[in-house]
């Protein structure tokens, strides 16, 4: 079991999602899931106009105040967080959460050397230190080859449809 969470430790449970990675905009299902009511959480959007960084603060710190429903899911604190993650189908961030709750340094994200030509997950490659579009790059050999573009036919007729500015 893990401590119980102030609202003196707002900023490290902000700190902790945004090390794990956790979606913001997601705010909504997570204030559910740790025991906020809807009306609260329609209040919270209300005030803040949507915008996602205060309704998300918001929402943690009315968490830790205890609001609602919210001893009811289980008291304010990382496990309480993680099992909220995990009812969200947000294992990874959950797993974050649960080591940092435990005090272990979580695992850091392989990077790409600024001179390497592998694709990244997002499906660029690094080269030069810039980041370019893979669509047009191939991995030969070890090395990159730009493709040529396609030899589109120019046509003469669609030209004469424009008209003069």
Do not use: H
Not at 8 to 20: G, P, R
Not at 45 to 72: H, P, Q
């Amino acid at each position: 079991m893990s401590k119980i969470l102030t609202i003196d430790e707002l900023i490290d449970v902000i700190d902790s999602l945004k090390e794990a990675r956790f979606d913001k905009t997601k705010w909504k299902d997570l204030g559910r899931k740790l025991g906020l009511y809807p009306n609260t959480l329609a209040i919270i959007d209300s005030n803040k106009r949507g915008d996602i960084d205060s309704c998300f603060t918001e929402c943690l710190e009315e968490w830790l105040k205890r609001a609602d429903g919210v001893d009811k899911v289980g008291k304010p604190s990382l496990d309480t967080l993680a099992g909220a993650l995990e009812k969200m189908n947000f294992k990874p961030q959950a797993e974050c959460i649960r080591d940092a709750s435990e005090g272990k340094k979580p695992a850091k994200r392989k990077e790409l050397e600024p001179t390497s030509t592998k694709k990244s997950d997002a499906g660029y490659k690094r080269n030069d230190g810039g980041v370019q579009g893979s669509a047009a790059i191939e991995e030969i050999d070890g090395g990159t080859a730009q493709k040529d573009p396609p030899d589109w036919p120019y046509n003469d007729e669609i030209m004469r449809r424009v008209p003069k500015t």
